[in-house]
């Protein structure tokens, strides 16, 4: 009987090393940490206090800055809205994942993601998560393949098309499968500003589910595209600071009204201000996500991310250049220069992830489905293109790299690039070979992709198109070239 107690022991002990050296990462805490991901509308990276924006104050976002880890090294999942979110939730960049453009469906919607694949939100829902969305969709209109609920979302609220997103003043919007008519609006008429009733809905969440894990998606609308901001004291703060300016003029079917077009924008007399106050708006939601948080008693446990889908946009009369919106890179939404796809990331986690910190890490948005699967415990999909940065981010060795990234993007006559040991090749015009331009910038030394160095290092840009070559998979649907 002793003998057998001590084998018992032995066994016991065996299994206590093993456990400890298999999962190095595993997190103690009193039940799954909640996760909320806040997923601005072409954000820039320049447009927050903190990456040094100097005419927008968001004093909640730069104190998320402060109470976590920023990284500045992370890229979106494309340079436009669609595919960067089918980036984010199928670990797989735009040379593999279902939805490589913004491929419009009328009368509403886009191309929908297939219901097959596995995807960041079925596995918060397979480990028991509530999951909500909150904002814009655009990956699959109601009742297709691609609608949030069979994308493991139990609730949705907001605009499911992303061409009805351009219009801040909506006649509806969705709630799961119903169309809900909102207040004083029909397209003519502004009354009700949807993002701030997206915003309530957003909060009613939290309230709703803090007896159990969630995961909460608030793909934010703003800053994207029409300028449009209530009149009130964010916005005549900025009025005031700014004077008088000159007016965006829209063109015919911008405006509200019986001849509107609903992928237009508005007419803003003063667009400096509304942009501004749109940016004031997203943080003002950022605080007030947080003070619920704080109110629930759930602040310790929850993790909190903020991110943009792509870089800064200059419809609608925007004016990224005045704002420095793209910081110190090259380019804007649409390219695949720093300036389309480099953005801000913040990550707060109390007493896991380290105030106050910075990670240089290179990471992408494909990247967030395995380090969350890793996180929960959960089996990643094999064949993904993403790598759990979870030592990254809870300051642990042994953090894995990517051996190289990849962006495709298909209008404007198509675009490439791929970044690896801060080498970085940039083509464009590649649907016509007699068109492609070429480029290739050593980051480390000019992150603002100043001096092409392609003439001089014919090796790495053969090197660097060998691996574009590689990681594009054809797509029937989204076709980069003839087929």
């Not at 806040?38 to 990276?45: E, K, P, Q, R, S």
């Not at 309230?207 to 609308?221: A, G």
């Not at 004016?319 to 090259?330: A, I, K, Q, T």
Request: aromatic share 14%.
């Amino acid at each position: 009987m002793k003998q057998l107690s001590l084998s018992i022991l032995a066994l016991l002990g065996c299994v206590f090393v093993f456990s400890s050296f298999y999962f190095p990462f595993q997190i103690e805490s009193e039940g799954n940490p909640n996760v909320i991901f806040i997923l601005a509308d072409d954000l820039g990276y320049g447009d927050v206090g903190f990456l040094g924006q100097k005419y927008i104050e968001t004093p909640n976002i730069d104190r998320l800055a402060a109470e976590g880890m920023v990284f500045t090294k992370h890229y979106a999942g494309a340079p436009v809205c669609a595919p960067s979110r089918s980036a984010l939730l199928t670990g797989l960049h735009t040379g593999h994942t279902p939805v490589r453009g913004n491929f419009e469906v009328q009368p509403e919607g886009q191309y929908p993601m297939p219901d097959t694949l596995q995807t960041l939100s079925k596995i918060f829902q397979q480990a028991g998560y509530a999951t909500g969305a909150f904002g814009k969709w655009g990956l699959g209109f109601v009742g297709t393949s691609g609608d949030p609920g069979n994308q493991g979302f139990e609730e949705f609220y907001g605009y499911n098309c992303q061409r009805y997103a351009h219009r801040y003043y909506p006649a509806y919007l969705w709630q799961n499968q119903s169309k809900v008519n909102l207040p004083g609006n029909d397209w003519t008429t502004k009354t009700t500003y949807a993002p701030d009733l997206i915003q309530e809905k957003t909060l009613t969440f939290l309230e709703e589910n803090k007896d159990k894990p969630f995961f909460l998606f608030m793909p934010i609308v703003t800053p994207h595209a029409e300028l449009a901001a209530p009149d009130d004291a964010i916005f005549q703060k900025y009025r005031a600071k700014f004077g008088e300016e000159k007016p965006h003029q829209a063109p015919e079917g911008g405006d509200y009204g019986p001849e509107m077009k609903i992928p237009g924008y508005q007419s803003e007399p003063y667009p400096h201000a509304a942009f501004a106050a749109m940016v004031g708006r997203i943080d003002r939601y950022v605080g007030e996500v947080v003070a619920k948080l704080e109110e629930l008693g759930l602040s310790e446990n929850t993790i909190i991310v903020f991110t943009s889908d792509n870089g800064a946009h200059f419809e609608g009369g925007a004016d990224p250049e005045f704002f420095d919106s793209n910081g110190p890179f090259r380019g804007l939404k649409r390219d695949l220069y720093d300036g389309g796809i480099h953005v801000p990331l913040i990550v707060k986690w109390p007493g896991k992830v380290k105030a106050g910190s910075q990670s240089d890490h290179v990471s992408a948005f494909w990247d967030w489905l395995p380090t969350f699967a890793e996180l929960l415990d959960q089996p990643a999909p094999k064949g993904i293109d993403g790598v759990s940065f979870l030592p990254s981010l809870l300051g642990k060795s042994g953090q894995k790299k990517h051996d190289f990234l990849y962006w495709e993007f298909h209008e404007l006559g198509g675009r490439q690039a791929v970044l690896k040991d801060g080498w970085k090749l940039v083509k464009y015009q590649v649907k016509d070979p007699l068109k492609t331009t070429t480029e290739l910038f050593d980051l480390s030394k000019d992150p603002g992709e100043k001096v092409d160095l392609s003439g001089k290092n014919p090796e790495k840009v053969k090197e660097l198109e060998a691996l574009i070559t590689h990681a594009h998979r054809p797509n029937p649907v989204f076709q980069l070239f003839k087929q």
